[in-house]
């Protein structure tokens, strides 16, 4: 029998990650929820980062950011079905990094560049970049180190490229193209490995794991006396338990 710690830490199927990306797109969330190549992103950042993210900082954020913006679920089961989707996959992306930080996937997305008559696809991790520095975002004074380190500010560079709102013309003049943005895109995995070694001395990803699926609440089993794990900081009977309040 699959203990609970094991099935926490399955990565999602492709069936999964499509229904976590269906719920995040539809008109249960707000315009402000992330999309699963952002989230994607914001998860990643908080499993390579120097810091233990509790998950009451974390999670609000997929949502949007005010509390308005938190989802409307239908029902108790279908909360911790959606709840028991994004601990997996955050789960999923540490235990990938433990196992071997070279094996990381990101989830960028495949562009079709309308321009071009042979309709070519390009890689673009504008999204997931953008969902990456939120992350680093939550925890901006621990990542200083690797942002003032020579080497660590030239393997993040690509990200901030892709996913900041505020370039100077000069660097929006590097990523014009379908084909400047896909060649950033595919330095972010390597670079991904790196900063993960380069944060290893200050937190390994085994204790994440174990924070993630015991310490921060069990998304297998949430009490209806615990606080609701969306993040309203409501109980979880008066908010996502109860299938007559939505918010």
């Known amino acids: 029998m699959t203990s609970a710690h094991s099935s926490l830490s399955l990565p999602l199927s492709d069936e999964e990650l499509a229904e976590l990306d269906q719920f995040l797109m539809s008109d249960a969330t707000s315009d402000e ?42 029902s108790q089961a279908e909360a911790q079905r959606i709840m028991n989707l994004v601990f997996r996959h955050f789960n999923g992306i540490i235990a990938t990094l433990e196992q071997n930080p070279d094996d990381i996937n990101p989830m960028f997305e495949l562009i079709e560049d309308e321009g071009n008559e042979n309709a070519e696809t390009y890689m673009n991790a504008e999204m997931w970049s953008h ?47 379908p084909e400047q943005r896909e060649e950033f895109t595919n330095c972010i995995p ?23 699926s015991s310490s921060q609440s069990n998304p297998d089993k949430v009490g209806r006396n615990d606080d609701c794990p969306c993040g309203s900081g409501k109980k979880f009977t008066k908010c996502c338990g109860s299938a007559t309040v939505l918010h």
């Open 33 to 74: 929820t992330m999309w699963i190549d952002a989230l994607d992103g914001y998860l990643t950042a908080i499993a390579i980062g120097p810091t233990n993210v509790p998950m009451s900082r974390w999670l609000p954020e997929v949502w949007g950011p005010d509390e308005e913006d938190a989802p409307q679920f239908k």
């Open 131 to 177: 969902g990456f520095l939120m992350g680093v975002q939550l925890s901006w004074d621990d990542w200083k180190p690797l942002l003032n380190d020579q080497d660590g500010a030239t393997v993040i560079y690509p990200i901030y490229l892709l996913g900041d709102d505020s370039l100077s013309p000069e660097e929006v003049a590097l990523i014009e193209t």
């Open 190 to 212: 390597d670079n991904i490995a790196w900063m993960y070694r380069f944060w290893q001395p200050y937190r390994t990803a085994n204790a994440e794991l174990v924070l993630a």
